[in-house]
């Protein structure tokens, strides 16, 4: 039975807009990609001497289970030349499960809902648009609550140019 997962799409290397179309494409293989809205321009986190990132939040429509839409995605991340040569540095695509439906797993290497989602403005800026009302199944707050509550920092640019609607 299908579920809907929430991914968060990052690149900071090369072509940026390029590299989240190409990696929304390839998505498609996956399941049904059915919101895609703005492109964000953000700041690093923790590691902050790199080019800053663009983002977006993708919802798709899966019938993969947890584990193989991450073996996925990550297949996806090699394959469009991600190389994990230093923690948190610059990247060609970074694919990241931040919900699939209610399920909260913990597993080695999968943690959904993902661990840094309610932290991130990076992540919370994009997946608000596309799921304003959208309920942390442990948290139990919205995603524009948890974005809410975010306190002031982080640099997080809402880009005019971006894919709408699944069409990239």
């Known amino acids: 039975m299908p579920s809907r997962a929430y991914l968060s799409l990052g690149s900071n290397v090369g072509d940026r807009q390029g590299n989240l179309r190409g990696a929304i494409d390839r998505l498609s293989a996956l399941g049904e ?7 964000y321009e953000t700041e690093p986190v923790e ?16 019938a ?6 991450l073996d996925a995605l990550l297949a996806i991340e090699q394959s469009m030349g991600r190389r994990r ?4 540095g610059p990247r060609t695509i970074d694919l990241d499960i ?9 597993e080695p290497g999968l943690t959904i809902p993902h661990p ?10 994009p997946l608000v648009e ?6 942390h199944p442990v948290l139990r707050k919205t995603m524009r609550q948890l974005r ?3 306190p002031a920092g982080q640099t997080v640019r809402r880009l005019e140019a971006g894919p709408r609607d699944g069409k990239s």
């Open 116 to 125: 840094a989602l309610a932290e991130r403005r990076f992540v919370l800026e």
């Open 98 to 106: 931040l919900l699939y439906g209610d399920k909260v797993v913990h």
């Open 33 to 39: 990609v059915s919101a895609v809205w703005s492109f």
């Open 85 to 88: 040569t230093q923690l948190k």
């Open 130 to 135: 596309i799921a304003p009302d959208l309920i």
């Open 47 to 62: 590691f902050i001497d790199q080019p800053w990132f663009l983002n977006c939040a993708v919802a798709l429509t899966t």
């Open 148 to 150: 809410d509550e975010l």
């Open 64 to 69: 993969h289970p947890p584990r193989l839409l």
